[in-house]
């Protein structure tokens, strides 16, 4: 399961035209899944289809008996829940981190969110409204939300791209220290071709000194391939 999986829990909404929309919405904003009760809830009828114009068929629909419970099982699975009612408690929605794992719950065009569903809830988060009207439908409530998730993960994406740069920058600089090593033991392999033939009698310490110089830098060579070779498959394995 990816970092950024995200559910929608949609709590008991009724109207099949606003679940067809967010139908539509939340396969566009690359939501992984949606959740609805099993009762008292909109179904995926004709008309929902409809509205949401094909995106049922490459979004996840699911039938849940008892959100609490799902709740508390998403949770142990490592998902933070994020409820959307106007709450005193509640933080604007722009404000929250919604880069990790998360459920985005949202209640009913009337009732809001459930009680007991709220207060399992580890967030709450709002829309301020500035006009008369004290409310969003829950469809374009869902639009602002879902997006701006998206657009956080973008932001995340482009980071993690500099990164990938950075470590490539690492990888391009250790191969580099290979090469140099590489040349470094066969010119001192092959010393005995540069050098004067009475360089070993004259010269004896200079000449262990390059025995010793062609060991290590044949160890190294060994060594910092390996640390390559690992970082480069660590590197790989991670961003698959």
């Known amino acids: 399961m990816a970092r950024t999986f995200s559910l929608l829990i949609l709590d008991n909404i009724e109207d099949p035209q606003n679940f067809g929309q967010i139908i539509r919405t939340a396969e566009c904003a690359g939501i992984d899944g949606i959740i609805i009760p099993e009762h008292n809830s909109v179904g995926v009828t004709n008309t929902a289809i409809q509205i949401?114009?094909?995106a049922f068929v490459h979004i996840p629909i699911y039938k849940c008996i008892n959100i609490n419970r799902l709740i508390d099982d998403l949770k142990n699975q490592g998902?933070?829940?994020?409820?959307?009612?106007?709450?005193?408690?509640?933080?604007?929605?722009?404000?929250?981190?919604?880069?990790?794992?998360?459920a985005l719950v949202f209640g009913s065009e009337g009732k809001g969110i459930r009680k007991k569903v709220m207060e399992k809830c580890d967030f709450l988060a709002t829309i301020p409204m500035q006009g008369n009207i004290s409310s969003l439908n829950v469809s374009a409530s869902i639009?602002?939300?879902?997006?701006?998730?998206?657009?956080?993960?973008?932001?995340?994406?482009?980071?993690?791209?500099?990164?990938?740069?950075i470590i490539a920058g690492s990888f391009s600089f250790l191969s580099l220290?290979?090469?140099?090593?590489?040349?470094l033991y066969t010119l001192i392999a092959k010393k005995d071709f540069f050098l004067p033939k009475d360089f070993k009698e004259k010269h004896l310490f200079g000449y262990n000194f390059l025995n010793m110089l062609q060991i290590l830098s044949?160890?190294?060579?060994?060594?910092?391939?390996?640390?390559?070779?690992?970082?480069?498959?660590?590197f790989i394995y991670s961003h698959i």
Request: charged residues 15%.
């Open 52 to 54: 949401s114009q094909g």
């Open 79 to 102: 998902f933070w829940i994020i409820g959307f009612e106007n709450s005193i408690n509640a933080k604007p929605w722009h404000d929250l981190d919604y880069k990790e794992k998360t």
């Open 143 to 165: 639009s602002a939300v879902v997006f701006e998730r998206l657009r956080q993960i973008n932001n995340l994406s482009y980071i993690a791209i500099l990164l990938m740069g």
């Open 177 to 183: 220290t290979i090469f140099t090593l590489l040349i």
């Open 218 to 234: 044949l160890q190294i060579f060994i060594y910092v391939s390996i640390i390559d070779s690992l970082d480069f498959t660590h």
